[in-house]
């Protein structure tokens, strides 16, 4: 069964600090995985998108890292802002041409000041 | 661009009423879906559509039906409501579908309904 699951379910940390959430997917055969920022009350907003053969792909202050091989990525936070406080979704998609994206339960990151 | 708008915001609903969730794109997407997101879980696929007049059937589809008649435009119709369609409905749309790496899914705001 096609599954992404996302690690931590919830974290805090403090203003500054860096962060790793982690994410681990089934689905086979892989297209792309994508990085998701959802801020509450709002639809997700995408953040990275990365192939087989992308290990790591970065877009600001946060970089993701694909480990096809394993089928796990990670999604790096550096010198964290408030304004970072969001859920993060992991969707992993599969074989070209499917409409098929399959979205994790998410990571709720609250940054403290 | 507005970009993919949801109407209404939020609604409460009695069991056994019906009403219409609107979506509209101005990004001339092929593809557009419907999601709900329960708390603590990930988005569900409830339907979705490759173009005006396609329509299929995603994960969650029972007790929905939706109708693409234009590209922009895509309601989700919920009859008969029960307290298991308590949710929030997000709209999204792309030109590709999710195989494709240069695909990037918009999502509207969402819609929170109740079901009472």
């Known amino acids: 069964k096609n599954q992404v699951e996302q690690s931590p379910q919830s974290l805090i940390i403090l203003e500054g600090k860096n962060c790793t959430l982690q994410c681990n997917y089934t689905v086979s055969p892989f297209s792309n995985l994508r990085w998701y920022k959802q801020d ?9 998108i990365m192939t087989f ?5 970065s877009n600001g202050r946060y970089t993701a890292t694909l480990d096809a091989d394993t089928k796990q990525s990670s999604l790096h936070i550096t ?29 709720r990151l609250k940054v403290l000041a | 661009n507005a970009g993919v708008t949801q109407t209404p915001k939020f609604r409460i609903l009695k069991i056994g009423q019906s009403m219409t969730l609107q979506c ?16 603590g879980m990930g988005l569900k696929l409830i339907y979705y559509s490759v173009g005006a007049g396609i329509t299929d059937k995603g994960e969650v589809p029972n007790g929905y039906n939706v109708s693409r008649s234009t590209t922009e435009d895509f309601p989700l119709r919920l009859e008969l409501a029960a307290p298991s369609q308590t949710s929030v409905y997000f709209c999204a749309s792309s030109y590709l579908g999710g195989g494709f790496r240069t695909d990037t899914q918009y999502f ?8 009472l």
């Open chain 1, 79 to 107: 010198a964290s802002q408030l304004s970072d406080s969001a859920s993060y979704i992991c969707v992993v998609s599969g074989t070209s041409g499917t409409y098929k994206y399959i979205f994790g339960t998410g990571t």
């Open chain 2, 108 to 115: 509207g705001p969402g819609t929170r309904l109740t079901v």
């Open chain 1, 40 to 48: 509450t009350g709002r639809g997700p907003v995408s953040l990275t």
């Open chain 2, 24 to 39: 509209t794109q101005d990004m001339n997407h092929n593809y557009m879906y419907w999601y709900r997101q329960d708390p």
């Open chain 1, 53 to 57: 053969s992308e290990n790591t792909k």
